[in-house]
Every structure is written in structure tokens, then in C-alpha cells.
């Protein structure tokens, strides 16, 4: 018999155990992005995109470097496979930016004043206690907040 040709991915050893998760996420993103958004301003529309994003990051992130659950193997997986940015992973393993929301936040080029976004001024330096960031929304991501 000749060997069928599939394209099925070939999941690594773990995949079972947070596929449910990262389906959940997905889920919530596609709605997100099927959200209508009505009434918002154009910004707002994609913060609820930015988040889901980061969240599916910081989870894969948090399995492989905080929890040690998931293998070499997994990580560079999900990496590939788009379930977590590796950019902004390489942020988090920086001193300074272990809670960075998203990678437009350090863009210098993207904010009207200063080098960085208002939500990276650490609290105790920001005149409002309560901002949030035109690109996705963030409350404040600087270090020790
Ligand atoms: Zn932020
Ligand atoms: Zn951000």
C-alpha cells in the first residue's frame, strides 16, 4: 500500500493537556474580531484583540518558564503555530518589561510625547492614577505596578 500524504501537524507530547485553553482563547479572539463595535472609538476596537494575544502569550510563556510544565519541544511549537508572540516573549525575559502589555507600547514612533507609552510610567510617577493607553487599552504595565 502507498503511504498516504497528509498535511496533519504533527502535535508534540503536551498538547493535549493545553489545547483547551488555547482553543478557549481562540474562540474569544474570533469573537472579538467578529465584534461589531458599535459606538466604540476606532482604537477601543482592538483592544480586546491586543488582550486575547497577550493572554494566550503570557500563558504559554508562564508553562515554560515560570511553571516548567511544558517541553522545549511544546514551547517552540506553539511558537511557530502563532499561539504566542516570540517578540514580545523576549520582552518579558527583560528586566523592566516582565508585564509588558504589547510590543506598540515601546514603540517611539507611536506616541505623541516621550519615548514610551503612558502605561509604561510606572504608578507612583503618572500625575492620573487611572490611564489608558490608546493602543490596546493597558492600565499601566511598568515593573513593580
Ligand atoms: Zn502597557
Ligand atoms: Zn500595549
Same mark, same amino acid.
Given at each position: 500500500?502507498?503511504?498516504?500524504?497528509?498535511?496533519?501537524?504533527?502535535?508534540?507530547?503536551?498538547?493535549?493537556?493545553?489545547?483547551?485553553?488555547?482553543?478557549?482563547?481562540?474562540?474569544?479572539?474570533?469573537?472579538?474580531?467578529?465584534?461589531?463595535?458599535?459606538?466604540?472609538?476606532?482604537?477601543?476596537?482592538?483592544?480586546?484583540?491586543?488582550?486575547?494575544? $497577550?493572554?494566550?502569550?503570557?500563558?504559554?510563556?508562564?508553562?515554560?518558564?515560570?511553571?516548567?510544565?511544558?517541553?522545549?519541544?511544546?514551547?517552540?511549537?506553539?511558537?511557530?503555530?502563532?499561539?504566542?508572540?516570540?517578540?514580545?516573549?523576549?520582552?518579558?525575559?527583560?528586566?523592566?518589561?516582565?508585564?509588558?502589555?504589547?510590543?506598540?507600547?515601546?514603540?517611539?514612533?507611536?506616541?505623541?510625547?516621550?519615548?514610551?507609552?503612558?502605561?509604561?510610567?510606572?504608578? $507612583?510617577?503618572?500625575?492620573?492614577?487611572?490611564?489608558?493607553?490608546?493602543?490596546?487599552?493597558?492600565?499601566?504595565?511598568?515593573?513593580?505596578?
Amino acid at each position: 500500500m502507498p503511504k498516504v500524504k497528509t498535511n496533519r501537524i504533527k502535535y508534540p507530547d503536551g498538547w493535549e493537556l493545553i489545547e483547551p485553553t488555547l482553543c478557549e482563547l481562540d474562540a474569544k479572539m474570533r469573537e472579538a474580531e467578529s465584534d461589531p463595535n458599535d459606538g466604540k472609538r476606532k482604537c477601543e476596537a482592538f483592544w480586546p484583540i491586543f488582550k486575547i494575544a $497577550h493572554q494566550k502569550s503570557r500563558y504559554i510563556f508562564d508553562l515554560y518558564y515560570k511553571r516548567n510544565e511544558i517541553s522545549k519541544e511544546l514551547y517552540e511549537f506553539c511558537l511557530e503555530q502563532g499561539y504566542a508572540d516570540r517578540n514580545l516573549i523576549a520582552k518579558w525575559k527583560k528586566s523592566g518589561y516582565e508585564s509588558l502589555c504589547c510590543l506598540r507600547c515601546i514603540q517611539p514612533r507611536d506616541h505623541n510625547f516621550g519615548t514610551t507609552c503612558v502605561c509604561r510610567v510606572p504608578e $507612583h510617577l503618572r500625575e492620573e492614577k487611572a490611564v489608558e493607553c490608546v493602543h490596546c487599552g493597558c492600565g499601566g504595565c511598568a515593573s513593580g505596578d
